[in-house]
């Protein structure tokens, strides 16, 4: 049976891409370098949070399989790249594996083909580092296969917004590829918007996050200097977002974690200072002040204490929920990391508890959560709500803490506990 698709990357995006589109009716196979994740994938077994067990079991039973062998994936129709791209020490995007799964891609590529880039990443990239890669073996882009870029838009754990109602933005190297890219994800995506071209579509991912990350330093820097001034912060949000026009509400926190947020805005900050030879300076701001949250929750703890006649060394610091956003198991970039890391340096005795992480590493150790979270908060002597889960009750913890730090705002205002 022709192969109808080839995903590159089955984690948190190339997963619940290839989910739609294998219940679309596409054959679709997911090729993965590690063959551990190929192998839980073949056997049934999911390892992200958006999709169950028996949700990888209906795929395979539909006909999806997983490989790290390139035979498997001659012949397809298309490919699309879902790798990671973490931040490289440069401050730019590491593009290591896009560059290893175009390569793969390199050695089977045909005519009539069409390779889509969803890797979040730089503009440019597409056409730069790509579809140089890609013509190494006389096959011309736009001429011989088409070549596109569709912006990742997947939100772990948002239950309203998945991968078919959330607008495809796609953008090709001409028209031609842009069409293509669009009638593919047409098949399993609900409404698809077409970009002029590949760096417009790179650069709408990039403009989406940096929105994000500038608009959340607004309100970590607003939720400092009014803890000074002894203004209800989260009050004032409220208050903000009653206007039906012109305003829309975000909130303060210990940090800003996830695979977007804290990496995406650089890529685009790293490229304007680099072929440009100036600054992105609103990116440099957020970055500032967004990274200096857990150290200011660390002062605010330490300040906790104080009140009490209690010091933060020594001090028993009970962490509730360790990643980076409510009810997933991801913790990637999550604020808890340096926050757990820099009361730890000042001497507390720390431990933590989250429904969704059993064993934590941090700090060059690893702690297990703790078994009973009411007997953890009564015995603490400052508990801080990081990350509020659906399965805490934020008040009642709160009531039963010796002192309680609420990072999230969702305690009541008129309750015993301190809101950042």
Not at 90 to 112: C, F, H, R, S, Y
Request: charged share 20%; glycine share 10%.
């Amino acid at each position: 049976m022709p192969i109808d698709l080839v995903v590159l990357g089955l984690g948190y995006v190339g997963l619940p891409l290839a989910k739609e589109a294998v219940a679309s009716g596409l054959n679709v196979v997911g090729f993965d370098a590690y063959k551990s994740v190929v192998e839980g994938l073949n056997s049934g077994q999911s390892h992200v949070d958006d999709l169950a067990d028996s949700d990888v079991v209906g795929m395979t039973s539909s006909g999806f399989r997983a490989t790290s062998d390139i035979e498997d994936v001659r012949g397809a129709s298309a490919f699309v790249i879902c790798v990671p791209t973490p931040l490289s020490a440069e401050g730019g995007p590491d593009l290591t594996a896009v560059i290893a799964a175009t390569e793969t891609i390199a050695a089977v590529i045909e005519p009539g083909m069409l390779v889509v880039l969803e890797s979040t990443t730089y503009p440019g990239t597409t056409e730069e580092v790509v579809r140089p890669i890609l013509e190494r073996g006389g096959l011309r882009a736009g001429i011989d296969f088409y070549l596109a870029f569709s912006p990742e838009r997947i939100d772990p754990g948002n239950a309203k917004y998945g991968m078919r109602n959330t607008p495809k933005v796609v953008g090709g190297i001409d028209a031609a590829s842009t069409e293509r890219a669009a009638d593919l994800y047409g098949r399993f995506v609900d409404t698809v918007v077409r970009a002029s071209g590949t760096r417009e579509a790179e650069t709408s991912k990039l403009l989406e996050n940096t929105y994000r990350h500038v608009n959340i330093a607004l309100v970590n820097e607003m939720a400092k200097f009014c803890n000074d001034l002894g203004i209800d912060f989260w009050d004032v949000i409220s208050l903000a977002k009653t206007k039906p026009f012109g305003f829309q509400a975000f909130y303060p926190g210990p940090g800003v974690g996830g695979h977007c947020i804290p990496i995406d805005p650089n890529y685009l900050s790293h490229r304007v200072k680099s072929e440009l030879g100036y600054s992105f300076r609103f990116v440099e701001l957020a970055q500032e002040i967004n990274a200096t949250m857990p150290a200011y929750i660390v002062q605010r703890s330490q300040d906790l204490l104080n009140d009490e006649g209690k010091a933060l060394k020594g001090a028993r610091v009970l962490l509730l929920g360790v990643t980076y956003k409510p009810d997933i198991a991801d913790q990637r970039e999550s604020p808890a990391r340096p926050l757990a890391e820099a009361l730890v340096a000042k001497g507390a005795d720390l431990s933590y508890h989250d429904p969704h992480v059993e064993h934590w590493s941090v700090a060059g150790g690893t702690l297990d959560r703790v078994v009973d979270i009411d007997d953890a908060i009564a015995d603490a002597d400052l508990v801080i709500l990081i990350q509020n889960h659906d399965s805490y009750s934020p008040d009642v913890f709160a009531d039963a803490a010796n002192i309680f730090f609420d990072t999230r705002g969702v305690t009541s205002s008129t309750g015993p506990s301190h809101r950042l």
